[in-house]
């Protein structure tokens, strides 16, 4: 979807006249109520507004806010069966205190003490993991242990078995991303327990996703059909990092590679398909070199950050903040977004871009102009 | 998705235990609350169930009920510019009071008194009209006027400018279904007022978009490219009707043409892909022979039904209903339906079924054994 | 591709200067052979023109002669198993005498007398058959009798059972389209031996796959996953009449439904894809209404057309044919075809073109301009 | 498609008995010979096979005669415009001379004095170079330097300008694959010259393709839509050699990552699709290790190999050969292969099954068994 409204129009079919509200029209709404019918003329301006308003508000968090909410939490609050995980999620000030960062996005702030066990379950919500600092973690992925690391985007589609343990002796903290509010939404979740341990205790360097799959360009033979979410179950920092540099650097050369001056972005994408890595969530991670502002843009659907180093202002509509390294913040639907820096800052971003494009719904303006 | 949850789990991870509520506890949940943090261990219940648990409620609503009121309303409340049109919206009990079907889906009954104008305008949001009784009605889409009379399904895909306007000497109700709450959930909405009049008051039998399209293999060479949503913009009943008397038919013959014995069912499709009519929206119907019971089934998503002729009796969990033409029933997520019939019956359905099979969040069960 | 070639180019890279024939040149040449090679220096003209150099030249078979000759095989060539078919194909005079068509299609007059039957085989060439005169003959697939009538298009699929038998007391003649020089090409040929004779006697007027599939825009619920080939096994006449009227009214009416002024055409689609009703043929039908010229028109890709009815006056590079109806002709690749008309004319075609397209080799131009 | 034929079944539909040769049926055949005609009962053995029965044999080359005359070559016959390039093709004993390696693929050995530069052009058929031995030539793609060293897979989608030239003080040998008889068998070719000279004397390591898409699972976010063919054009032998040590690696470890016991293999894939690198061609890299012996398999459609290292025994149909590194062998359609070896053999191939399988034609057997 590309066509553009009209940039007069007002932002919502605010409060159309309303027909006088005489006996028998008192009384008609007395009979819509108990027949459980409501009119669309009393609704339509926060139905059908001219674009999209969001409930959701423009937040921001502080990682070491989080951070050491999450260690008192750590003391606290044990982690097993039931619970399942020590998971701290952001919560909307626009979403009536439910634990979603936006209508369709979780982000958490998982905490795992030495020698813990997160019990292994499996669900059909897509989640990932997002490492802004720390290592020692391994999530064994049907029984496939993958380490974290600074750095490392390590996807986890639904339905697989997966549990964390940490064998290091700190802790370690890192962001949980899930669908969980869409498919809540959706009402299509299922869930099961399996064991109370993770099945292998082994700490590989690689993962066996990663030596089967993370060779550029090449596919193994065993496995030659496209599969919806990605087989590959780590994305690592060195590889991430390389490839924003190689942009900033053919930008430099004078080649066409940032998506706007200063601003080199990847995307991560599943090697079987070269779409979205999950069916639901885009990850992506944006490096803007120092002294750099992007345009601003606005999309419908929503998106979490995560700065991951550096330091920045980032403006949604009308609001701004400083940021540096581990803060978060969501921006809703269609408000204007800009970030700019001195020193030079990166970003970690995910959204649900893939539902709306996938349903036609998706469309983006850049500073007043349709893209 | 066709893997099947185990039946002997619990409906929802209900209740999982949770630390004691010590002093330095509460202080960490203050502090959360401040910090607007979530844990996951409260709320994992709710939110990530066993199955789906819906917040919508089946009901039943009585055609003759919704006709009266809306009788009244053409007496009391004008159409036109801003309440754009005189609908009524079922409003599922389980949804707080918001006019939503489902989560997902909008139906409501729209009534035209005669020689009167529902404004032109366009949204993002698809929407289809469905014909239980009556005519005179002309819906003009991008110009082209299509008339609207008994078992006609009319969709209406997003984005195009349509208005509707009574030719006859008598008013017309029909029942208009949208995607109005999964766009507002998604906060991808657009929309905007045309011309107060509709272009043209021509009344044609057939509008242009079927004296192109409405020829069974047969594509005009004209547009050879898919379109995502249905370029035809009226089905018309003598088509289903023969078309599921034919499965009927062959079914006495011997020949496999039904989904199970005495149930024959069409959907209707985009005959430039062979998919869903719009991309948010399935719709089908289903013709019950005499004397028929149906499996007993359930689904991922949400489905709205109207009676299209006869009579029948419907179970969906643990409620029963009698029904009649006209008459609206919801079927909410996972809940399993039955239908029987002994005089036969005629079923209009419509569902989300796009949506969650585009995102990999389809399942379904038939009597406990998985689909 | 759209991507024009530029139109001052030479036609072919036409004799390349070569290397002095020295008697070390001579030798090399020798040391090639024997070694089975061949340099590319000496043959690019050929193997990589400017632009496509058909083998195929353009030629119009006559229908009157075929049909003489057909009826002459019918006195003397019996039908049975091993023959298989009473099959008389058009061998370009530009292909070596090989019952080639053009490189890729074959095009094949066939005919039964009174209650002859054509034994039943499958094939993994894909068939198809058009009627331009006659009725009587029922052809069976996998067990389901589809009766051929004037003005039919009965698409045969790769790897179904089919014979055919003739229920009349009149001979009957109808054209055979198929894949096989393709095939043959390719090296992807199978065949089986069915019975020797048909499963069926039955004559009804409609198949049982037109009564499921034959509905526009509707779809049986039994049959929801798409298909590569179309499983309707009958195109009717009158809805091919129907749709090509309606296409020529709306132009009278002043809307966009024809490909050019007078000239209405559709394409036999796949009604589980909208795309065509085989993998590798195309199949279309065109109306040239009175005092009709079209566009010249030239595309990668070979063409074979029929007149089904009325008579013209066709141009394909510098040969011009008057024809009539049930009269051949085919059409090279890159050779620009007119056609002109004084009374109307309708002409069937079939081509190649799914082929090109599904591997990105198709190309087009419009009087010399690109589309 | 992956039916299987009956193995009882004949090679062919072998001399069907035909009618006796009367003077009348003389006459009939003078009659078709004069209209250009040709019966289906002379020739259905021919052109409709039980199964595949190919024209191409199957053969191999020696790479020491291959370099031997093309460093004669290299001495007698100048690169320049219209010739193009020194190339020199296989040509399949059973296809008449041509220089067809199979009846789709194009295998030619090209060599490049230093100082050396083949011409700019650009042609719609698609190509690729794979570098058995040497380094020193760039290959300079839409401006592009594209360093060719030992062990690098070079695609070249269709219609890019591009042109060679060789740095260094050493003759450079290296196989260019193309799909050229099939372009010219569907009559689908477009070609143009370009500069004389490349555009770039650069010598760079990586070429901007790579620094752009050799990094694994990550997609730049300035080209977030499908390409047909790969944009990434070098596929370097470190990461080939890579994937290939892990799989066997992986199978000692006792998981599943290989095809079958001691033969690792991958495919090249175009990483914005995960499909083959070119629309019509297939390339990859098989490694057998010690004492491995290949199950028997065969495929409709051809293969071309090249041996990069190691020696082995390959079995075609009746034909047995022992091979080194660059020889080059082609196993035509449906014919049996088998490959032994006791040191260890990697194998380059590629093939024609992109084409077979986009329409459907694809079939495979494994021992007898289908697959």
Excluded: C
Excluded at 1 to 12: C, D, G, R
Excluded at 225 to 242: D, F, I, K, V
Excluded at 313 to 320: A, P
Excluded at 340 to 362: K, N, Q, V, W, Y
């Amino acid at each position: 979807m590309s066509t553009v409204e009209s940039p007069v129009k007002l932002q919502a079919v605010d409060a159309p006249d309303q027909p006088d509200r005489t006996p028998q029209l008192e009384e008609l709404y007395r009979g819509f109520e108990s027949e459980l019918l409501v009119p669309l003329w009393t609704e339509i301006g926060d139905l059908m507004p001219f674009s999209p308003v969001s409930n959701a508000v423009a937040h921001r968090w502080r990682w070491k806010h989080l951070v050491a909410l999450a260690e008192q939490a750590g003391d606290l609050v044990p982690v097993g069966r039931g619970g399942e995980r020590r998971a701290i999620a952001l919560a909307n000030p626009g979403l009536g205190g439910r634990p979603f960062a936006t209508p369709t996005l979780w982000a958490a702030i998982q905490y795992l003490n030495p020698r813990e066990d997160a019990p292994v379950h499996r669900h059909t919500q897509h989640a990932f993991r997002f490492v802004v600092e720390g290592e020692g973690v391994w999530t064994v992925v049907d029984g496939d242990p993958v380490g974290m690391r600074r750095g490392d985007f390590l996807p986890q589609a639904g339905w697989h078995w997966h549990g964390h343990h940490n064998l290091s002796t700190s802790p370690m903290a890192w962001i949980d991303g899930l669908d969980i509010p869409f498919a809540r939404y959706v009402e299509s979740t299922f869930f099961e327990f399996g064991p109370d341990e993770v099945e292998s205790r082994e700490a590989p360097e690689y993962s066996r996703a990663e030596r089967l799959w993370a060779h550029p360009g090449l596919r193994p033979l065993t496995n030659v059909q496209p599969t919806p979410n990605s087989p590959l179950l780590a994305y690592r920092w060195e590889y991430t990092n390389r490839a924003l540099d190689e942009q900033l650097a053919l930008e430099d050369e004078g080649y066409t590679a940032t998506i706007e001056p200063g601003h080199a972005a990847i995307r991560y994408v599943n090697p079987t398909t070269g779409g979205d890595v999950m069916r639901t969530l885009r990850a992506e991670f944006h490096r803007l070199a120092r002294d750099t502002r992007t345009a601003t843009r606005r999309e419908a659907g929503s998106s979490v950050f995560q700065v991951f180093d550096g330091t920045g202002r980032i403006t949604v509509g009308d609001t701004t903040w400083d940021v540096e390294r581990g803060d978060l913040f969501v921006v809703p639907s269609w408000q204007p977004l800009t970030a700019e820096t001195e020193d030079g800052i990166d970003l970690f971003r995910f959204s649900d871009a893939p539902i709306l494009e996938r349903l036609g719904m998706d469309r983006a303006e850049i500073e007043g102009n349709a893209q």
